[in-house]
């Protein structure tokens, strides 16, 4: 144990290269005037070496040392100083501590399950959790503050709003040959699996414990909801356990994703019939051989019946009644299950043949009438959206529904249809809005927020479970600004009343510094993320316009309609938006209470920014802010691409304020997600253009006079045009590309209408991974740029091998000096099955984005 955490001390005086996160304890100004008011000595109570408790001793000399430059004794008897007074800082749990002091107990606040008590006086300090874990999350608060810079007195109870605060994670221990991959992971590789079992070296596995358990987070599913029954094999639970074994000095416990199916595919048995006695026993088997090797399993996550998985309906069974079964193994050792209720067919959608076809239906149908069937450690955890963590959803009305079973509400961390962490996109004010809706079930104040923490309904179990998906990166997550959304999942789990913007100043004072310009610059960047974002990829409630049959990542609006996926928009030529009135339409609307249900069954009185989530409307239909729904989309698509414009400007004033190596790595992506945003905007734009044949009245759509062809420049050597597909995903639908991967390809045009003068020049291209393909852009004799096609390795998204929405890029020269007449050239050189893609060219005055 000493080991990891000496590894971790190791991490923190490495290089800023994200690894450490929010919990770099790095010195900060003023360090020296703030000795007289820290401890100068650590007592930690009844601490066993690999406890909690001994590590939080460790993380406070740790921090201390790091931030301050003050060296404490650990575990002497309490110092005393000349002035009499004690210093030292005593962490421990209530109990231990009131063992040695029982007067103090009734000073003591009330403290539940994990909560913490800190009192901090001149020095003096005191921890207390009223569990082990408790008394960690009491030492990393403590090291927070101070890391803050504020070394002020204080005394603070703080109590989680809910027990479940889990994280998930979609690791694949061999899927496909893909040896630990993290499904809709942006990161990098799995940090538990590898080849098919358990890693060897589980460093980053406790690293990323210690991340989590500063949040306050408390269990980790390590395995992907998508469960491999193999995962069951005696040798991969001894791997388990390994992995349990790692996180448990941070109070983490480790839960198991479950394959329904396992009794029969990995089992043997010719059944996995909820009710069948063997298939019971043999689970029950299985549980009681993981908790031989992990006694403190936090419990089971299962996904059944959705998209192909199997499940309890495969036997005509309820889905009480399949997850009761897991509950009855777990309960003798205390373990919960958490069933999710991402639950649909979508082998019985077909938006042609039934208008009242919905999957936004599913959970509420497939739910109906199992409230008071589940065992009580059994809780239902649900998606914050009845879809599938879209850019903008209704709150799923099933939280409404469950007043006897417990809820956790699912949160998705990844960005999986939210920019993949390319784009930056701050997910805190969205969740706000989740865990703020009022549902107002019976006419009573109803929050989402309530319902999980059990305070509407009187429930033992709920809280909260965070798709998050770090995978080998040193940056986690594949961006070091997308940790920001981790430290706010776990801070909103703790306390769900807490500020989005409150939440993203501190992490940022932790991770980079409490520069004021960098606060500043980090805020309104982060803040105008998510509405840039949802302007530029789908707004209205329309859902993310995103290619929702490939990567989940591009713009292929056309992609979401004609599948069984149940992403529908119905977009016609005349209207849009799914009609999901009682009245006339699929009827999801009076899921909701009556209050929210009347709300949203009228056109007048739903929100505009959820308008075409309920309503089938034309794209004349009028908006309460004046404009109609098609003129919304091209104002909208406009707007937040020009707001991403301005994050590389932004960025760039932080220049010797971060350190280089992640000031770099935030502008590149910065730089590209302007760049992507453009693609977004002229892909949906065009496609509603072309479909509706209603014009912008801008006279933007369509129009870019600053834009060379590529199709219409002279083509030599190996290129040739081609057709993309979808259309949209190119500027005038078509691009150019090599004959094949031997031949270099140019293209050339005479500038005939251009100044003389310094421009900036765009070219927008494919990087596809199917190779690395170069370009060269020449303007006369001079070489402007040399760039490669090697997005794939730099930015974590999704790789495709398609000329799409997703694989659009855009590389601007700033300050080209060009004669009028002067020749431009592309000269572009595949490389394996890459063919060198270009769309256009963009001759643009400085400062003016086309």
Not at 239 to 258: E, H, K, N, T
Not at 567 to 586: E, L, S
Request: net charge negative; proline share 5%.
């Amino acid at each position: 144990m000493r080991s990891l955490l000496l590894l971790a001390a190791i991490g923190l005086a490495a290089a800023e290269d994200g690894l450490s996160g929010w919990l770099r304890y790095a010195p900060i100004k003023g360090a020296k005037g703030c000795h007289s008011k820290l401890p100068s000595a650590i007592l930690t109570l009844n601490a066993t070496e690999g406890s909690p408790v001994y590590t939080a001793g460790q993380e406070l000399s740790q921090g201390i040392s790091g931030i301050f430059g003050k060296e404490l004794e650990l575990n002497a008897a309490e110092t005393r100083h000349g002035n009499g007074r004690d210093t030292t800082a005593t962490v421990g749990t209530v109990h231990a501590y009131v063992d040695s002091n029982p007067d103090a107990a009734a000073r003591l606040p009330e403290l539940v399950d994990d909560g913490f008590y800190l009192d901090v006086s001149r020095g003096k300090v005191l921890i207390l959790g009223q569990n082990e874990r408790g008394a960690l999350y009491g030492a990393f608060h403590y090291l927070s503050v101070l890391a803050q810079g504020n070394c002020s007195d204080f005394t603070l109870t703080s109590n989680p709003d809910a027990p479940i605060r889990w994280v998930n994670q979609w690791d694949n221990m061999q899927d496909g040959g893909t040896h630990g991959s993290v499904e809709r992971g942006y990161g990098g590789d799995s940090i538990f699996f590898w080849d098919g079992k358990v890693r060897d070296d589980l460093t980053r596995a406790a690293q990323y414990a210690r991340l989590l358990a500063s949040i306050g987070l408390n269990a980790v599913v390590a395995n992907n909801v998508n469960a491999d029954a193999k995962t069951l094999t005696p040798e991969n639970m001894d791997g388990l356990a390994r992995i349990a074994d790692v996180f448990r000095p941070y109070g983490v416990q480790l839960g198991v994703s479950l394959n329904f199916a396992a009794p029969e595919t990995l089992g043997g048995l010719s059944s996995f019939d909820p009710l069948d006695e063997t298939v019971i026993n043999w689970w029950q088997g299985i549980t009681d051989a993981l908790y031989k090797r992990i006694p403190d399993m936090a419990g089971y996550l299962v996904k059944a019946n959705s998209e192909g998985q199997p499940g309890p309906m495969t036997y005509n069974r309820t889905l009480a009644e399949g997850a009761n079964m897991f509950a009855h193994t777990l309960k003798p050792y205390g373990g919960i299950i958490l069933f999710r209720a991402f639950v649909y067919d979508h082998r019985t959608l077909n938006q042609t043949l039934d208008w009242k076809a919905d999957r936004a239906n599913a959970a509420g149908n497939y739910f109906d009438g199992l409230d008071d069937k589940f065992e009580d450690n059994v809780v239902i955890q649900i998606k914050n959206g009845p879809i599938d963590f879209q850019v903008r959803e209704p709150v799923s009305p099933l939280f409404s529904h469950l007043v006897k079973t417990g809820a956790a509400i699912e949160l998705q961390v990844s960005q999986e249809y939210l920019g993949q962490q390319a784009h930056l996109v701050y997910l805190a004010p969205m969740w706000k809005e989740i865990l703020d809706f009022d549902f107002r079930v019976d006419g009573k104040p109803s929050r989402t927020s309530d319902i999980v923490g059990g305070k509407r309904f009187p429930r033992k179990l709920g809280g909260y479970a965070g798709v998050v998906n770090v995978g080998t990166n040193t940056t986690w997550l594949g961006s070091h600004l997308a940790m920001s959304n981790l430290y706010a999942y776990g801070r909103l789990a703790w306390d769900p009343s807490a500020t989005s913007e409150g939440i993203l100043q501190e992490w940022t004072k932790l991770t980079f510094s409490d520069d004021k310009k960098v606060l500043d610059v980090i805020t309104k960047l982060s803040m105008e993320s998510w509405p840039a974002y949802e302007n530029y990829s789908g707004n209205l409630g329309i859902q993310t316009l995103t290619d929702i049959l490939l990567g989940h990542y591009g713009p292929n609006p056309a992609s979401q309609d004609g599948n069984p996926w149940g992403q529908w928009t119905r977009a016609d030529a005349d209207t849009i938006g799914m009609d999901r009135t009682v009245w006339n339409g699929t009827g999801f609307s009076g899921q909701y209470p009556p209050e929210i249900a009347a709300m949203y069954e009228d056109v007048a009185t739903t929100p505009d920014n959820l308008l075409l989530w309920f309503h089938h409307v034309p794209y004349t239909q009028v908006l309460k802010s004046g404009k109609t729904v098609i003129q919304h989309f091209y104002d909208a698509h406009y707007a937040g691409s020009a707001t991403a414009q301005t994050f590389p400007e932004l960025w760039k004033t932080l220049k010797g304020r971060i350190d280089d190596e992640r000031y770099e790595h935030v502008l590149y992506r910065l730089v590209y997600q302007a760049g992507h945003s453009l693609v977004w905007r002229d892909s949906v734009n065009t496609f509603y253009f072309n479909k509706s044949g209603i014009a912008d009245t801008g006279g933007r759509v369509g129009n870019h006079p600053y834009r060379i062809e590529a199709e219409d420049m002279t083509l030599a050597g190996g290129y040739r045009r081609y057709d993309v597909s979808p259309f949209e995903a190119a500027s005038g639908a078509r691009c150019i590309v090599t004959a094949d991967n031997s031949t270099t390809g140019t293209a050339s045009t005479v500038l005939r209408d251009v100044k003389t003068g310094k421009y900036d020049v765009a070219v927008n291209y494919y990087d596809m991974a199917l190779g690395n393909a170069t370009w060269e852009l020449y303007v006369g004799c001079k070489r402007v740029g040399r760039w490669k096609g090697d997005l794939e390795y730099n930015l974590g998204r999704a790789p495709s091998p398609y000329i799409d929405g997703q694989t659009a890029s855009r590389v601007t020269f700033r300050g080209v000096k060009i004669k009028k007449g002067s020749t431009l050239k592309i000269v572009g050189r595949p490389d394996g099955l890459e063919p060198a893609p270009v769309d256009y060219i963009s001759i643009l005055p400085e400062g003016i984005v086309d």
